[in-house]
T-cell receptor, first 112, second 113 residues
């Protein structure tokens, strides 16, 4: 079971780019990296997933270095509505990794 | 609308009184899972199911039971609830495994007195 380490909290001003780094030193060869966002009193919501290099969608970018022992979620020009907890997970895609570790995530607070 | 539903959304009960929290998904997903969320401890997996009649323990299964008799339903059963099971519970489903995008329900806030 691959576990992850993230900063407990981060603050950012509106309009800035925010980068949240996740450490996953024991990631396995076939593991994918997935990020979720959670607002208070709501269930987590999928943001982005990747295996290596860079993935970008309409919400965020995910940067994964060659050794894959860490990953960085990048949120461009954050707004107040991006205030949430962000979770990083690693696990196999398609098979296995059904016992997942969400951890405590990173609490992002966007300041006006 | 594709969704995961949970009932009840809020429940206050007493120690030892058996209860069931229902979870249903309409996306024909194979994988379903239950999590509990507590302040400072994050989101922890209780049980998961890969398909009908296939269930397995997560990180914190003690005091809980689950069943998967139909693909769409995955109820969480507390046979004898205790105060340390007071928590916010989430059900989730995904198309294949836990690593696929999981869709979460709205949550059930349980208080055990």
């Amino acid at each position: 079971l691959a576990k992850t380490t993230q900063p407990i909290s981060m603050d950012s001003y509106e309009g800035q780019e925010v980068n949240i780094t996740c450490s996953h030193n024991n990631i396995a060869t076939n593991d994918y990296i997935t990020w979720y966002q959670q607002f208070p009193s709501q269930g987590p919501r999928f943001i982005i997933q990747g295996y290596k290099t860079k993935v970008t969608n309409e919400v965020a970018s995910l940067f994964i270095p060659a050794d894959r022992k860490s990953s960085t979620l990048s949120l461009p020009r954050v707004s107040l509505s991006d205030t949430a907890v962000y979770y990083c997970l690693v696990g196999l895609l398609g098979t296995g990794a059904n016992n997942l570790f969400f951890g405590t995530g990173t609490r992002l607070t966007v300041i006006p | 609308e594709a969704q995961v539903t949970q009932n009840p959304r809020y429940l206050i009960t007493v120690t030892g009184k058996k209860l069931t929290v229902t979870c249903s998904q309409n996306m024909n997903h194979e994988y379903m899972s239950w999590y509990r969320q507590d302040p400072g401890l994050g989101l922890r997996q209780i049980y998961y199911s890969m398909n009908v009649e296939v269930t397995d323990k997560g990180d914190v299964p003690e005091g809980y039971k689950v069943s998967r008799k139909e693909k769409r339903n995955f109820p969480l059963i507390l046979e004898s609830p205790s105060p340390n099971q007071t928590s916010l519970y989430f059900c989730a489903s995904s198309i294949g495994t836990g690593s696929d995008e999981q869709f979460f329900g709205p949550g059930t806030r349980l208080t055990v007195l």
